[in-house]
């Protein structure tokens, strides 16, 4: 009987009413008295030297409040990469100042280099386009490979364009070459992790206010972290000191990780506010979103692997040229190392491998993490090559690498990329998959679609992934440069309801239903009477938000640290109640009771009488009912997966259909299993969507060829199919109170290799077995060319 | 300045617009209607959908001054009159059908103009009238599920999880 309430119970989400009704408060739904309106001024080369802006024009159009250039934050500070990469000779990694507004240079298409402000958004978009820039075009730099080989430069004052070059492992690197190159067997794959536009549907926007009575400024912004992006502009960028900005990310429709960073719109709008003394107002267009977001992926990526003639590995050996972009952006430059290169081992007992990574300056839009960020990039990888390794050696996919999985006896396992996994069992994933998928009718189904002149074909693949982002100690060692933990208070009022603040960030995750269950069954309480609060940094102690799949992993585990801390000072308010020691006191289903007495009051006396202490020791406890507590979590957790495609690929058209797609997931202890089959749902659109339909393309000059929903192929609702999920093979967390691993980035990172793998798969089946890799996008025109090469 | 007036959720509005603003801005900048969503710009992604003279429109895609004198539903008009969700409201609810809500109101008044004049769509047909409305959270599986419990269809004969 499945439970109505409480962890592992599927209620309603409370969130929706507002978002059904039309009453959600996004950022640009906020209208403030006095507001005035930003449109930036764009560049539309992708390098080039500024020589002069001529701002006059625009100043004196009707309503136009004032016009900002570069010039007007050169004394600020610059947008900070959040981590420290070495390269592997010891070298820090290239660090490019990466201004409000561009000054001296514009570094790729949408580049802003002044901002107008003026009474309505279309007064300064009039405006905007009176500035008159006179920009000297050079050649761009696009392709990574001729970045690497010289020429023009993106930042002319670094000297090269290469930010560094990693090695990982790099004690493994002697050991990990001589298993190659004497290995019986060796695969090579090189492919492409294509770009992609993360494209929440709600585009960034930002609003600054400045109150100068008081000194204060708020943000409304739409912010995965609203303290993370506090401290980026108070601490780095404009130098407000923290407890005079206040940063709020009302409702925010979706980010994925383009929401994760500050971004200079953000500073602009508050200095602007300042200088007015009036709201400042900005929403991206869509266009903007396309242009300046931090875009996604874009590795070139060259994997080896070592293994026995019975398919046993030996060494894995990648090398990848990963695009930072233009300037980097927070997280660019752990995504493609410390997100990346240590998950390399995946799911198997490798004994030894070497990862390099050279990212790359280019004149385009930054690119961060978005979506499993760096994971989805090594299990593309890996599973690609091990498929190839399974044709190559001619034994069934599924064999090889349940040959190699590593055991569930065997955890904790050291794995060779670096972590330590703490829990898994692969094999049960494999099993489970296996009987969803319905793998031994496949057969069948494939000559029912040969009947009908189409080729089906079908592709499994495993993952493995970091989650629970992250210990700080580790990621300290690593190169961070900011902890992260998270935070929560649990304030029970003097009623016995309860406000729960927390620093996760809820864009569509569902936290608003999803913590109250938690609370409520430690609490024995109704999770109706438990609200949580989230997204303003005047209300919530602390927070790192939410990404890397982190907020129940790592901000969960403070709520239930804050609780506990509820129940243990409540105890000793009851034991005093109820003129009982604290150590006789128990607590079940919400009553505090004394073993083998009829005693035993209520959570919500007790509540009462914290807020109103008479009778009440006041000398040993202090009134009121509020803990909070900050959870550094002690490791990364390991969610793991086993997803299988079945594609029908028409050869007339080149075009592939998805007819089914199982996705097998380990997410540990599951609190709502409705909101995380909708995870990995939303997860495996954005997997599919990268396999078969995204790919943001700039041309030789650095032009964005897919800057709106005509150029770039977003998923619909026609190119999906419905999916199998299933997450009851559940390997409990061993580190966190919760035992849960993170949902929210799995679909993404374990389904573009089951799709391209199922592709090669139906082009095998027609014959077409020269054909080993086709890079993502698997377009009708790819598949058409492979097919007829 | 264009002075015009339309009936909005049943209610007389009029207002004052420049000859280029467009119905979705009317609605959320003069209105305050903000429940309408404005989630691209080349009338791709169907977050502004609404209803004029009961038929569905892409509000970025008409002018204000096209709607003088029309009769417009948004989002904010679908819930029942004592408050409650409406049967298309609902399904999304029961169903999961959406996450960060801001292609919602877009499915919402998109689903409605499909039931309208397809009371029982299958799987097929609500995938076909939904393509004008991108979702980046869902999937569209659970919509699709929603849409299909909203039609008074068996979802789990159709659209096992």
Known sequence: MPKDSGIGASPKRREDIRFLTGLGQYTDDISLTGETHAVFARSQVANGIIKSIDTSAAENMPGVLAVFTGDDFVDVGGNPAGWLINSRDGEPMKEPKRPVLAHGKVRHVGDAYAAVIAETAEQARDAAEAIEADIDEQPAVVDMKSALAGGALVHDEIGTNQCFDWGWIEDNRAATDAAIKSAPHVTTLELVNNRLVPNAMEPRASTGVFDPGTGDYTLYTTSQNPHLTRLLICAFVLGIPENKLRVVAPDVGGGFGSKIYHYGEEALVLSAAKKLGRPVRWTASRSESFLTDAHGRDHVTKIEIACEKDGTFLAFRTETMANVGAYLSNFSTATPTFLHGTLMAGNYTVPTLYVNVKAVFTNTAPVDAYRGAGRPEATYSLERAIDKCAQELGMDPLALRRKNFIKPDQFPYAAAAGLEYDTGNYHALVDKLEELADLSGFEARRAATKATGKLRGIGVNTYIEACGIAPSNLVGVLGSRVGLYDAATVRVNATGNISVMVGAHSHGQGHETAFPQVVADMLGIDEGSIDIVHGDTSKIPFGMGTYGSRSLAVCGSAVVRATEKIINKAKKIAAHMMEASEQDVEFSEGQFSIAGTDKSVGFGDVALKAYIPHNFPIEDIEPGLEETAFYDPANFTYPAGAYACEVEVDPDTGKVTIDRFTAVDDFGNVINPMIVTGQVHGGLAQGIGQALLENCTYDENGQILSASFMDYAMPRASDLPLYTVDHSCQTPCTHNPLGVKGCGEAGAIGSPPAVVNAVINALHSGGHTDVTHIDMPVSPARVWAAMNS | ?161
């Open chain 2, 1 to 161: 300045m264009t002075k015009l007036s339309m009936t909005v959720n049943g209610k007389p509005v009029s207002g004052n617009v420049e000859g280029r603003t467009l119905l979705v801005d009317f609605l959320r900048q003069d209105l305050h209607l903000t429940g309408t969503h404005v989630g691209c710009d080349t009338s791709q992604c169907g977050a502004c959908t609404v209803h004029v003279n009961g038929v569905a429109v892409k509000s970025c895609t008409m002018l204000a001054a096209e709607a003088d004198g029309a009769d417009v539903a948004t989002i904010e008009g679908q819930a029942n009159a004592d408050g409650s969700l409406n049967v298309i409201q609902q399904a999304f609810q029961d169903h999961h059908g959406l996450q960060c809500g801001f292609c919602t109101p877009g499915m919402v008044m998109a689903t409605a103009d499909l039931l309208k004049n397809n009371p029982t769509p299958n799987e097929a047909d609500v995938r076909h009238h939904l393509d004008g409305n991108i979702c980046r959270c869902t999937g569209y599986h659970n919509i699709v599920k929603a849409v299909l419990a909203a039609s008074g269809q068996d979802v789990d004969a159709v659209a096992a999880e």
